[in-house]
């Protein structure tokens, strides 16, 4: 987990959200990226998504059997589905989605809105296939930390 912050710190240093994810195999780090949505000024480039394309780009493998994602921010729908998509053994995440609900209610403004689609990854998780472990709250309060507005 500390290399995902490593990566949302950069994210953060570079205009971007604060989120960092990496993927390790056989506890190795194999990939990692920051959020660049911003950087490259497209909402679909979220951290998770970029370390599973750089994953499987490194493997040569469509799919990641046996990878873990250490992300910091609980996975949107759209980077839950990726998971369950690309085969991943579990997820291991930070701050959840009730915390950057939270924090966008209380901090948002039209540049840092903090965006959230409410259906959390945990049920995602549990409708897709095959089936994705999860760890909730790992570091959590190191992982709100990065948020910011």
Not at 44 to 51: D, R
Not at 89 to 99: R, S
Request: charged share 25%; glycine share 6%; hydrophobic share 40%.
């Amino acid at each position: 987990m500390l290399a995902a912050i490593a990566e949302a710190q950069l994210a953060r240093q570079n205009n971007n959200y604060a989120i960092g994810a990496v993927i390790v195999i056989d506890g190795q780090i194999i990939a990692r990226s920051p959020n660049i949505t911003r950087t490259v000024n497209d909402p679909t480039y979220h951290a998770e998504i970029e370390v599973i394309r750089k994953a499987i780009k490194k493997t040569g493998d469509k799919f990641l059997e046996g990878a873990i994602l250490y992300t910091t921010h609980e996975p949107c729908p759209m980077c839950a589905t990726a998971c369950v998509w690309a085969r991943l053994k579990g997820v291991i995440y930070g701050a959840d989605m009730k915390d950057m609900v939270d924090y966008s209610k209380k901090h948002g403004n039209k540049k840092w809105c903090w965006r959230t689609v409410q259906i959390n990854a945990k049920e995602v998780f549990s409708k897709g296939y095959p089936k994705v472990e999860i760890i909730e709250g790992f570091m959590r309060n190191e992982c709100l930390k990065l948020f910011h507005s």
